[in-house]
């Protein structure tokens, strides 16, 4: 059963640049949630996508966009990015349940903004 | 609003020592409360969770305890080994996210 993953690993872009990074669900799963973690701290809620609509936003402008297809996939875009923009970025999957939901996370991509 | 106070680190153990590491929250309502690990280079790993009061979540030698009268989630562990180094990190779930303590590094030495 394959967990959560995330592409690509590792990216490198410049300032101004836009850049679009990939999340595929745990099997079974029908919620994507993604953080960004900053160097030394905690990760932070970016949005969260469940039957292809966000239903959440964390305190990330508009720059931030994200999307959710038929298959649950997910992707998030960064536009003119800035280099504080440089941090891991996490993916996580869950099932949306009457009663809360447990989020599982991927290996992250790791995006450096020169 | 909603948040999750850590200990700060680094904590540093000899092998087979005994763990604690605190975290305290604070929200409004019952969330669910978690334990996340981090090892080097690599994402999150749910270590344990509880979904209400008085509930003790355990993996792997871990514990927790979900006390909230003191608004509480301390890790603990018997005896830690030098494969449990990593970053520890206390999550609280608000309206299904997920809100993050700053983390705990811990380092065990042989």
């Known amino acids: 059963d394959a967990g959560v993953t995330q592409s690509p690993t590792h990216l490198i872009k410049t300032r101004g640049q836009q850049v679009t990074l990939r999340c595929s669900p745990k099997?079974?799963?029908?919620?994507v949630s993604w953080y960004q973690q900053a160097l030394g701290q905690g990760p932070q809620f970016i949005f969260q996508y469940y039957e292809e609509e966000e239903r959440q936003r964390g305190n990330f402008p508009d720059r931030f966009s994200g999307h959710q297809f038929p298959n649950y996939s997910s992707e998030l875009n960064v536009n003119a990015l800035l280099l504080g923009d440089s941090a891991l970025y996490l993916c996580a999957s869950s099932l949306r349940t009457a009663w809360g939901d447990t989020q599982y996370f991927g290996p992250g991509t790791r995006l450096t903004v020169l | 609003g909603d948040s999750v106070t850590q200990m700060e680190g680094p904590v540093t153990l000899s092998e087979e020592a005994f763990l604690t590491i605190n975290c305290t929250y604070t929200a409004t309502g019952y969330p669910s409360l978690f334990w996340y690990v981090q090892y080097p280079g690599e994402g999150l790993q749910l270590l344990l969770k509880?979904?209400?009061?008085?509930d003790k979540g355990s993996n792997k030698g871990f514990e927790a305890t979900y006390r909230k009268e003191t608004t509480s989630f301390h890790l603990e562990k018997g005896s830690v080994q030098v494969s449990d180094s990593a970053v520890y990190f206390c999550a609280l779930s608000s309206t299904d996210k997920l809100i993050f303590g700053t983390g705990t590094r811990l380092q065990v030495f042989p």
């Open positions: 509880a979904t209400k009061a008085d």
């Open positions: 099997s079974g799963h029908d919620t």
